[in-house]
């Protein structure tokens, strides 16, 4: 069953059944100001941070509540309902809703009783407040007397945890005001004259386009004695009592009346932010004219459009263009501004940038918006520390040069992580050689950047760091030290167990700084690297090749893990598609290797990350035991290496494959099945519940996830074949056989390139000819000075 379609013009999901198995997010604003939307209105606000700058209350792992709430009244019949179809939750029978999440707005569309609604929620690019816009028409042949009321729910502190838990306190320092057209509260009012001034917060909803009628301060005066959002005393009655609060949790309603003629509409706006009196005022009198409503929404399709069309894909399945051209691409970018800050999941506790994550989370915006990736790759780099590991939670407040370090004990009280972990400074080189191969910006790499302890050194020089940092903590296979984890949270090898997968990362590596080493000519270096990368290619091969795949690694006694043997555990994912990516497995294994994969670890919603999961036979190390089986990392189908799977069956040329791991895993193709997914059709999650839940298929964790990004790499240079490097860009897609043409548009380092793919012999890899503007080229490269401004391309696979 599916609860709405892909808008894919307009950039749209459209949620046209409310009902849905969970609340349907979307992201408005940024971290500076964040908002989230659920399709029917629940959600929070916050300042800065989800937990310590909230704004708005929002109950987790709760039914979607309280959120923006909107709602309507017949004054002649009394009746009620709202904006959206929660929280009133009018029967489906006559209540008709239409949800538009968009690129940061969300319209809730509704028709109840002869009148139609659109709730416009968004906020505006680079502000730091929201706006509700309402529109209501009268599509009934009679006049109708209505009553709108908005409702948002203040926090009475914000710090989450205090608001939610600490009332002997937090009730006690707020109080609300109605100043004309907005409520306005105040949080330890007084302490612009004492204690701390900093505590001081004054936050508003206003109203702008209808007069107010009447208020509320104050919550229970709102929603009444043993009621909820679903049926406020004041709504049922017509009207608010006018009620402050003064040591009671705080809200701001607003009443406004409308007559409306039949066919005639009226608009109006709630305006919510934290500013005081003086900046509120100026920002509601900025809303006189509502048309400003429509520019600014105007803007941000256009902010967000602009970025998404630097490649637009049209191929035979609408599953992979709307996620490749919108809703993967979105999720990338707000993973990448948002990293793990707040979600329906996340309340925003976490004060900082997961080195990995953030690094890899980079990678999935790159071939869209380089420059932006850069700052960020920059920032990342300066979180590296001197001896060329990453910090594993980069604080938000980092100060490169002068950070502590894993090695200092200050280092895990502030952010509790006590040790380093292995892989983190290894994704910069995926991620680095991406952003400078769609840039063609190769003086980046001598940069030069902090690091987070001390001492400062090129971009070059932190790439070497970060292979030295793995070569001095090798185990006794000569494989590096899996330390507190890899990539995986719940392997912890410490110092003697060792990892295949960073064994593989490192080799990886090391092939991406030869390049540029070449590039630099420098030779010194160049046969370091070649020396070493053959002695832990020799290594790999002779420690972890077993049969038919690629062993985990190596428990700090020296016992394999992720042996055929094994009873549990005895085949995993990562270090079989990476030993494709990193370029080790001979041509033998990796065929080998993935048909392993799809033999024992595929299912209908992808690739299990290990199985069978562990439950009798674990090690102390193999926290994934701590989760049930087929969950999360213990034998769970974790999204992420999702996209690894799907780049190495590409890079085989296995397009019929990749394809269907993008298919098993795919929210997009998943729309039909939304009662067995329950998350989001339109986002990836963390992971899918494997084959020993009762619940086999459904997704948790929405949104804010790597997957974001290892799931576009895989489609973009994988299933497309997009490979930028340092002199061009190679065109190698790996694609169903029944693709019969597609085409591509992309803008590659400000050129614009239109490519057309034609496959009519049914081919999943490979390519005959490629014609670069009607010139026929040597091979499917293409030199980044070879192109004009705008470029005419064909590939005959
Ligand atoms: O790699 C990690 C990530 O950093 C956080 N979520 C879980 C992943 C796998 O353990």
């Not at 386009?209 to 009621?227: H, I, M, P, Q, T």
């Not at 069309?309 to 709307?322: A, G, H, K, R």
């Not at 490169?400 to 502030?414: F, R």
């Not at 191969?437 to 003086?443: A, F, Q, V």
Request: charged letters at 25%; proline letters at 4%; one cysteine or more.
């Amino acid at each position: 069953m599916n609860y709405g379609f892909f808008d894919e013009k307009n950039r749209e999901y459209v949620i046209t059944n409310p009902n849905t198995p969970a609340p349907w997010a979307n992201y408005l604003g940024s971290p500076e100001y964040g908002a989230i939307i659920s399709h029917n209105a629940g959600g929070y606000s916050f300042v800065k941070s989800g937990a310590n700058g909230r704004i708005l209350r929002y109950v987790f792992n709760q039914e979607d509540k309280p959120g923006r709430y909107i709602y309507l009244r017949d004054d002649e019949t009394s009746d009620y309902w709202s904006a959206s179809w929660q929280p009133v939750g009018k029967s489906l029978e006559t209540y008709k809703s239409e949800c538009h999440h968009g690129t940061a707005y969300t319209n809730i569309k509704a028709d109840y009783s002869g009148i139609h609604s659109e709730a416009l929620y968004y906020v505006p690019l680079n502000k730091t407040y929201e706006v509700w816009r309402l529109k209501v028409t009268n599509t009934s042949d009679r006049p109708r007397n209505l009553s709108v009321f908005g409702y948002a729910e203040f926090t009475n502190e914000n710090n989450y945890e205090n608001d939610q838990v600490n009332l002997q306190y937090t009730l006690f320092i707020t109080r609300t005001y109605f100043k004309g057209n907005k409520i306005l509260q105040t949080i330890n009012e007084n302490c612009h004259k004492g204690c701390n001034g900093s505590n001081r917060k004054e936050r508003f909803l206003g109203l702008v386009g209808s007069e107010v009628a009447s208020y509320n301060g104050d919550k229970a005066s709102f929603l009444g004695r043993y009621r909820s959002y679903g049926n406020p005393i004041a709504v049922e009655k017509g009207a608010c009592d006018n009620v402050l609060n003064y040591n009671s949790n705080g809200c701001g309603a607003l009443q406004t009346k409308i007559t409306l003629a039949p066919g005639e509409t009226k608009e109006m706006a709630f305006v919510l932010g934290q500013y005081n009196d003086e900046e509120s005022a100026a920002i509601l009198s900025s809303y006189e004219n509502l048309s400003k409503v429509d520019q600014e929404l105007e803007e941000l399709k256009a902010y967000w459009h602009g970025k998404l069309s630097n490649l637009y894909v049209q191929t035979p399945s609408s599953e992979f263009n709307n996620m490749i051209n919108t809703w993967n691409a979105y999720q990338c970018f707000i993973t990448f501004i948002w990293s793990r800050a707040a979600s329906f999941i996340y309340c925003g506790l976490r004060n900082g940038y997961g080195y990995r994550d953030t690094v890899q989370d980079i990678q999935g915006i790159i071939h869209l918006d380089p420059e932006m990736a850069k700052e960020k790759i920059i920032f990342m780099l300066s979180a590296q520390v001197d001896n060329g590991g990453g910090l594993p939670l980069v604080k938000f407040d980092h100060n490169a040069g002068h950070e502590d370090t894993p090695d200092d004990p200050s280092y895990a009280q502030a952010t509790g992580h006590p040790a380093y972990r292995a892989d983190d400074a290894l994704w910069l080189f995926p991620t680095i050689l991406k952003y400078i191969g769609e840039s063609g910006d190769k003086d980046f790499i001598n940069e030069v950047i902090p690091y987070a302890n001390k001492d400062e050194g090129t971009v070059y020089d932190h790439l070497k760091r970060a292979i030295n940092f793995s070569m001095e903590r090798l185990g006794a296979h000569h494989m590096p030290a899996g330390l507190h984890a890899d990539w995986n949270d719940c392997l912890r090898l410490g110092k003697k167990g060792e990892s295949s997968f960073v064994a593989l990362q490192l080799y990886y590596a090391m092939s991406v700084l030869r390049d540029f080493a070449s590039d630099l000519n420098d030779t010194d270096y160049i046969a370091y690297l070649d020396e070493v990368q053959k002695v832990l290619g020799d290594t790999i091969q002779e420690n972890c090749w077993e049969d038919d795949r690629f062993i985990r690694g190596f428990k700090e006694d020296g016992e394999v893990i992720g042996s055929k043997k094994d009873p549990e555990a005895s085949m995993w994912l990562n270090p079989q598609s990476w030993s494709v990516i990193s370029g080790l497995a001979t041509k033998e294994q990796a065929e080998k290797a993935l048909e392993s994969v799809y033999r024992e670890l595929n299912t209908k919603y992808g690739a299990r990350v290990m199985a069978p999961s562990y439950k009798d036979h674990a090690f102390d190390g193999a926290l994934a035991l701590l989760f049930n089986g087929s969950t999360k990392e213990n034998g769970g189908i974790f999204s992420q290496p999702q996209g690894w799977i799907i780049l190495a069956e590409a890079l085989m040329g296995h397009g019929n494959r990749a394809f269907e791991y993008f298919m098993e895993s795919s929210p997009a193709a998943q729309n039909d099945n939304a009662d067995v997914r329950i998350l989001e059709p339109y986002v990836h999650g963390q992971f899918t519940e494997s084959v020993e839940s009762p619940f086999e298929g459904r997704s948790h964790v929405h949104w804010l996830t790597g997957t974001a990004s290892t799931v576009m790499v895989g489609c973009v240079e994988g299933i497309l074949g997009l490979r930028p490097d340092l002199d061009g860009i190679k065109l190698e897609p790996a694609i169903p056989s029944d693709w019969k043409t597609f085409t591509m548009d992309k803008v590659f380092r400000g050129k614009k390139l239109h490519i057309t793919v034609n496959n009519p012999s049914g081919a999943e890899g490979g390519y005959k000819a490629c014609y670069l503007n009607g010139d026929k080229l040597d091979s499917n490269y293409i030199f980044a000075a070879a192109l004009k401004d705008e470029n005419e391309i064909i590939l005959e696979m």
